[in-house]
C-alpha cells in the first residue's frame, strides 16, 4: 500500500511517499481501507521530534474515516463495506479509569497515529471497539476532519471546564482545528465567544458564532477583553498557545474562572502569576482528548449537523509534506484532509 512515511525526524522534507506492507487486523481488530485522515498539530509534533514515543519509520495521522475491509478473530459488529470513523484514543479497556470512562488516564493510554501507525496511508487498523458509524450522507472528508479537535475541545470546555449557558470563554490560537471546533461547542453550549487569532482568520473566526475577536499582534488584546467585560473577565479560557500569551490569558479569567490548558505550541515553559491565582480563586486544569462515551456524545452532533468541522484544504496524499508545511507554517484555518 501507499502510505505517507519518514524514517527521520526533522522538517516536512523528511515526510515521503512510498510503498509499504500492508498492515494485517489481530485479534478485536478492523481493517480499514482510508477514505480520508485529518491532519493535527500533534503530526508536527510527532515528526519533528519532540520527547514522545513512537514507531520507526512512522506513519501518522490520528483522524481516520473509511470502509471496513476486513476483520480480524473475534469481531462481529462490523462487517466489510461499513462506513466508519476511528476513535483515535487507544486503551486497555479494563483498568479502574477505563471502566469510569476515563480513557485518557488510561496507564497504557495511547493515540492512533502518534504511538501507532496512523492513517495517512491506505489502509490502517484499529481495534474494533474505536469504531463508530458515519452515517451515509456524511462524506469521509468532514468525518475525518472531526475526531481529535472535537473529542479535546468538548472534554475542555463542557466536561472538564464546565461550561454553562450565559457563562463566558476565551479561545486562543482560533484559527486552529480544536479552537475551531471549541468556538461552536461553547456556542452550542449558550456561551459568550472571545477569540484571538492573528489578523488574516479574523472574519472566519468571527463567522464560526465568535462574538468578539482580537489581532493577536495588536497591541495587548487582553486590555480589550478587560474592557468588553466590562472589567469582570471571562469564566473560561480554553487555551492551546502556552507560553506567549499564557499571562495575558489567566489575566483575563474572572474571579473562580477556569483556565482549561489542551496544548502548547509555542513552548511549555508558561508565565503565571500566582497572585491571579488565590486572590481571584481561579482553577488551573488539564485536559487531554476524551473519554469514549464523551466521543460518541459530539460525534453524534457532528453526524446531526449541530457542529460543523471546519475543513481548511483535501488534498491528494501526495502532497503529505505540503500539508504538513501549510500547517507548519500557521496558513491553515480548520484541519488539512489528505485522501489517498
Known amino acids: 500500500m501507499r502510505a505517507a512515511i519518514f524514517h527521520e525526524h ?28 485529518g491532519m493535527n498539530h500533534l503530526d508536527l509534533w510527532v515528526r519533528r521530534g519532540l520527547p514522545i514515543e513512537t514507531t520507526m519509520p512512522h506513519i501518522g495521522g490520528s483522524d481516520v474515516a473509511g470502509t471496513v475491509e476486513s476483520v480480524g478473530g473475534g469481531v462481529d459488529d462490523w462487517a466489510a463495506g461499513d462506513r466508519v470513523v476511528i476513535d483515535p484514543s487507544l486503551s486497555c479497556g479494563v483498568c479502574d479509569w477505563c471502566r469510569a470512562g476515563e480513557e485518557p488516564l488510561c496507564d497504557e493510554y495511547r493515540i ?26 456524511v462524506p469521509f472528508e468532514t468525518a475525518a476532519a ?16 464546565r461550561l454553562r449557558p450565559r457563562e463566558s470563554v476565551l479561545i486562543t490560537g482560533a484559527s486552529g482545528g480544536v479552537a475551531t471546533a471549541g468556538i461552536q461547542i461553547a456556542k452550542h453550549l449558550e456561551a459568550t465567544v472571545y477569540a484571538v487569532t492573528s489578523s488574516p482568520h479574523i472574519d ?5 458564532g465568535a462574538d468578539a475577536v482580537y489581532d493577536r499582534l495588536a497591541g495587548d488584546w487582553s486590555k480589550a477583553l478587560w474592557r468588553a467585560t466590562e472589567k469582570r473577565g471571562v469564566d473560561v479560557v480554553f487555551d492551546s498557545v502556552g507560553e506567549a500569551g499564557f499571562r495575558q490569558a489567566a489575566r483575563s479569567l474572572a474571579k473562580k474562572g477556569r483556565m482549561v490548558v489542551y496544548g502548547a505550541t509555542t513552548g ?10 488565590f486572590w ?38 501526495d502532497r503529505a509534506a505540503e500539508a504538513h508545511r501549510r500547517l507548519e507554517e500557521g496558513l491553515s484555518f480548520g484541519n488539512i484532509v489528505l485522501v489517498p
Open 10 to 37: 526533522g522538517g516536512p522534507e523528511v515526510v515521503r511517499i512510498e510503498d509499504v506492507e500492508p498492515p494485517e487486523p489481530g485479534p478485536g481488530e478492523v481493517r480499514i481501507r482510508v477514505g480520508a485522515s
Open 112 to 137: 492512533l497515529g502518534e504511538h501507532t501507525q496512523g492513517g495517512f496511508a491506505e489502509l490502517v487498523v484499529a481495534p474494533a471497539r474505536n469504531l463508530y458509524r458515519i452515517p451515509d450522507d
Open 146 to 161: 472531526a475526531p481529535l479537535a472535537f473529542l479535546t475541545a468538548w472534554r475542555g470546555l463542557a466536561t472538564r471546564g
Open 204 to 208: 472566519r473566526v468571527r463567522e464560526l
Open 268 to 277: 511549555p515553559k508558561a508565565e503565571l502569576d500566582l497572585r491571579i491565582v
Open 280 to 317: 481571584k480563586q481561579i482553577e488551573l486544569l488539564g485536559t487531554t482528548m476524551a473519554g469514549r462515551d464523551e466521543f460518541r456524545e459530539v460525534m453524534d452532533l457532528v453526524f446531526g449537523g449541530a457542529l460543523h468541522p471546519v475543513v481548511d484544504v483535501v488534498w491528494p496524499l
